[in-house]
């Protein structure tokens, strides 16, 4: 798959993000955290009406930064990311999430940029990320990227 944009979120992406973002998280951490966890992870981090109402709410939160969505040629969602600056000068990544026949082929990477330029554009000068396990698969990614473990399964890097 090709990626073709990234841009702001719209409201008729939200169906599509929730579904993406439960999928990413069953199959991502059903064998590490197990059943209970992981759908208890899945309920808070999937919740239709919270996404649609991110996406929605101009301004949102102090701090919130939205959603963005990358899309392929055809104008399908290939990934969506979510981040913002709670705390002045620290960005925070809330979400990231690929496509399965996506993953590895930049559209992380491309998301991973956008919305770390919105933060740099909102004054951060760090940007950090929380993952839900030590061994969490997109580890690898964070750290290609230049993450470095702050504690526990808090990472960080410059901006």
Not at 26 to 49: F, M, N
Not at 123 to 130: D, F, H, L, P, S
Request: glycine letters at 12%; aromatic letters at 6%; charged letters at 20%.
């Amino acid at each position: 798959m090709q990626l073709a944009d990234v841009r702001a979120a719209e409201a008729a992406d939200a169906t599509t993000i929730s579904r993406l973002l439960a999928e990413s998280i069953r199959d991502s951490y059903a064998e590490i955290l197990g059943e209970i966890p992981t759908r208890r992870l899945v309920s808070t981090q999937c919740a239709l009406p919270r996404i649609r109402a991110e996406i929605e709410i101009p301004g949102g939160a102090p701090g919130w930064l939205g959603w963005l969505v990358a899309t392929g040629a055809d104008g399908e969602l290939l990934g969506a990311v979510a981040g913002g600056v709670p705390v002045p000068g620290e960005g925070e990544l809330y979400a990231l999430a690929v496509v399965p026949g996506a993953r590895r082929s930049g559209v992380g990477t491309a998301l991973l940029a956008a919305t770390s330029d919105r933060m740099r554009d909102y004054g951060a000068t760090e940007q950090r990320v929380t993952l839900p396990a030590a061994q969490d698969p997109s580890l690898p990614f964070y750290v290609k990227s230049g993450f470095a473990p702050l504690d526990g399964t808090r990472l960080h890097r410059a901006l």
